[in-house]
T-cell receptor
Framework: DMKVTQMPRYLIKRMGENVLLECGQDMSHETMYWYRQDPGLGLQLIYISYDVDSNSEGDIPKGYRVSRKKREHFSLILDSAKTNQTSVYFC??????????FGPGTRLTVL | GDSVTQKQGQVTLSEDDFLFINCTYSTTTYPTLLWYVQYLGQGPQLLLKVTTANNKGISRGFEATYDKGTTSFHLQKASVQESDSAVYFCALVWDSGYNKLTFGKGTVLLVSP
């Protein structure tokens, strides 16, 4: 059964703190993604990774960075979190770039 | 650039009603069009895929079709159930080789018993 996992599921941080969101997949997919979802805005692409150490900015990369040192693991890092980064973050992976498999999401609140 | 527009923000139906959700797209290539469904508290999951080759997709009682003439694609179901309550996203596949999707803003479907 194809699976994408995300940790943690819920996170509360104070403004200025660093945030690490983790994503894992057990399907050996080369391509992985980070999105954020806000009411009325749909899914916005933050970063895309084509394989280990091969990352590319998405549509809204400002304030975020990513790390992918193993094919099955993709991290999203917020250095000095801001209140406007409060959102639900989704990780996804894809074997083809067309059919994406999403994780359950991380709800991040920055106070 | 490629874009997709999903204007219906919310649709409220009763069980056994007919569902129709519409998206329009703009792209210079022949697109693959997808429908994702997101249930409360979960991530989106692929519901249907439609390509220029097949013009239609069917899954779980849902049917997706697209119209090249009007550059629009539709999701429909003859008889919705309360369990179909979810957010439905249309998405356009970029055929530029970048493995990216462009998502619509989503339509919230509420089905009352």
């Amino acid at each position: 059964d194809m699976k994408v996992t995300q940790m943690p599921r819920y996170l509360i941080k104070r403004m200025g703190e660093n945030v690490l969101l983790e994503c894992g997949q057990d399907m050996s997919h080369e391509t992985m993604y980070w999105y954020r979802q806000d009411p009325g805005l749909g899914l916005q692409l933050i970063y895309i990774s084509y394989d280990v150490d091969s990352n590319s900015e998405g549509d809204i990369p400002k304030g975020y960075r990513v790390s992918r040192k193993k094919r099955e693991h993709f991290s999203l890092i917020l250095d000095s979190a801001k209140t406007n980064q409060t959102s639900v973050y989704f990780c996804a992976s894809s074997p083809t770039g067309r059919e994406q498999y999403f994780g359950p999401g991380t709800r991040l609140t920055v106070l | 650039g490629d874009s997709v527009t999903q204007k219906q923000g919310q649709v409220t139906l009763s069980e056994d009603d007919f569902l129709f959700i519409n998206c329009t797209y703009s792209t210079t290539t022949y697109p693959t069009l997808l429908w994702y469904v997101q249930y409360l508290g979960q991530g989106p999951q692929l519901l249907l895929k439609v390509t220029t080759a097949n013009n239609k997709g069917i899954s779980r009682g849902f049917e997706a079709t697209y119209d090249k003439g009007t550059t629009s694609f539709h999701l429909q179901k003859a008889s919705v159930q309360e369990s179909d309550s979810a957010v439905y996203f249309c998405a356009l596949v970029w055929d530029s080789g970048y493995n990216k999707l462009t998502f619509g803003k989503g339509t919230v479907l509420l089905v009352s018993p």
